[in-house]
């Protein structure tokens, strides 16, 4: 090995070294390489690097016909040089693996450890070597069962980074002279350079990937928040009109409910009395009607303090257990882990527990439990659990809950978990309702620490 060159050539008697001017750009070597050959008066030699010009400059490389490109590369060197078998291989993390071969190898990938090998001590080196002999020499590893010469030479980048190599290999002994191994590397110069570009070409295809799905992510986001800005003002316009509505309708239905239970207190026939026990039922709901029209419409505005929600919860089931003293058994309130502090409006927080546990309580049969309790696992938010069994809510109709004016009730107004909702997002959390066959209905509201 000669500790001065760039390649070497192992016999039994011989080192030979590279000259310099394998450094410089591929025209000037072919050039350099066709004025020495016809210097030297020999017509074969003259020819045959004629030929190695030709087929330098017949390769045609796109960047998605990498694979046949490195074939022509192989069967180029294999077919000028006389030898039996050429691949080019990307070698990394220890690996060469086959990108191209002058002989079928047969399907799938085909991937060797360096260690210990020809490609190995190339790669390690740096440098072309060439071996007349791999079974009287075997300082640089074995060749493949068969093959007994070996020339391999590295693919080297532009930013002097070794990727892989061109490595040939013959039957036969034989002798590889200076003009072949620097063949090779300008072969080895094309393939480094094809294969440089084309996995720069596939990072660049994936950077604009990941920035058209970014672009499209941000489109959306934005696309999101400006529905959320229109639903919020459209909201706000709808809220100022209900309340100018419900103040108009509220005067008249005061005196229409004024003058209906003034004739309460007269004695009335039994007909009369159904009329007038009804339209004094639908003045009630009317009025009900408009309260939560007037409690969904308008904004909601949070007055926070600390609470204890387990506290709170306890406070909410005794005041429904007052109203339905038949609940008290129904509704099995689990302990707390931990001290379930938060910053909330008591008194909106209140109306969401009011109205869940009840709707509940309303859908179970006598036997039945409500459960509810609070999970303080997650270390941003804590969760109330409300679950039921009964029939599980059909798809459609749980998909359509939560908004406003649809309800299943008789008389309801449907807007009983559009305001939860509305409540619940206001402390920024999340309200959820999960229902199924199997584990009942299960009502999740999360809210951040």
Not at 172 to 181: D, G, I, N
Request: charged content about 20%; overall charge negative; hydrophobic content about 40%.
């Amino acid at each position: 090995m000669d500790n001065s060159g760039n390649w070497a050539v192992i016999t039994e008697s011989a080192t030979l070294s590279a000259p310099v001017w394998l450094d410089y750009p591929l025209s000037v070597c072919c050039q350099a390489i066709a004025i020495s050959m016809h210097s030297d008066n020999s017509q074969d030699e003259w020819l045959h690097y004629q030929r190695v010009l030709e087929f330098l400059a017949s390769l045609s490389y796109r960047s998605l016909e990498l694979d046949r490109y490195l074939a022509q590369i192989t069967q180029g060197v294999s077919g000028l040089l006389k030898l039996d078998w050429t691949v080019v291989t990307l070698c990394q993390d220890g690996t060469e693996r086959v990108l191209a071969s002058s002989l079928d190898m047969g399907a799938g990938e085909h991937v060797y450890a360096l260690h210990g090998t020809l490609t190995g001590t190339v790669i390690e080196l740096g440098r072309s070597l060439a071996v007349e002999d791999t079974t009287t020499c075997t300082d640089f590893g074995a060749a493949p069962e068969g093959y007994c010469s070996y020339l391999g030479v590295p693919l080297r980048t532009q930013n002097g980074v070794v990727i892989g190599t061109i490595c040939s290999f013959n039957r036969a002994p034989r002798h590889f002279s200076e003009a072949e191994v620097q063949t090779t590397e300008l072969f080895a110069e094309r393939a480094a350079t094809a294969i440089d570009n084309y996995y720069l070409y596939q990072q660049q295809l994936q950077f604009n990937e990941r920035l058209e799905a970014e672009v499209a992510a941000r489109t959306a986001e934005l696309q999101l928040a400006q529905a959320k800005l229109v639903e919020q003002e459209r909201l706000a316009a709808i809220g100022e009109f209900a309340a100018m509505i419900v103040h108009e309708i509220r005067n008249p239905l005061t005196t229409v409910m004024m003058g209906l239970k003034s004739f309460q207190r007269l004695e009335l026939p039994a007909t009369a009395q159904e009329r007038l026990s009804l339209a004094t039922d639908e003045a009630d709901r009317l009025e009900r009607l408009l309260g939560e029209i007037l409690l969904y419409a308008k904004p909601q505005i949070l007055q926070l303090t600390e609470l204890d929600l387990y506290g709170l919860m306890q406070s909410v089931i005794a005041a429904l257990t007052a109203q339905q003293p038949t609940w008290r058994s129904r509704i099995q309130l689990d302990p707390a882990p931990s001290p379930c502090v938060i910053k909330g409006d008591r008194d909106k927080l209140k109306q969401v527990l009011l109205n869940v546990i009840r709707n509940a309580c309303e859908a179970i049969a006598p036997t039945e439990i409500v459960t509810c309790c609070i999970d303080t696992t997650p270390t941003k938010q804590i969760t109330i659990q409300i679950h039921n069994g009964g029939e599980p809510i059909p798809p459609d109709v749980l998909a359509n809950l939560t908004k406003p004016f649809y309800s299943t009730k008789v008389g309801g107004t449907g807007l009983g978990l559009a305001i939860v909702k509305r409540i619940v997002a206001a402390h920024r959390g999340q309200f959820e309702i999960i229902s199924s066959k199997e584990s009942g209905t299960l009502v999740l509201i999360r809210l951040p620490y």
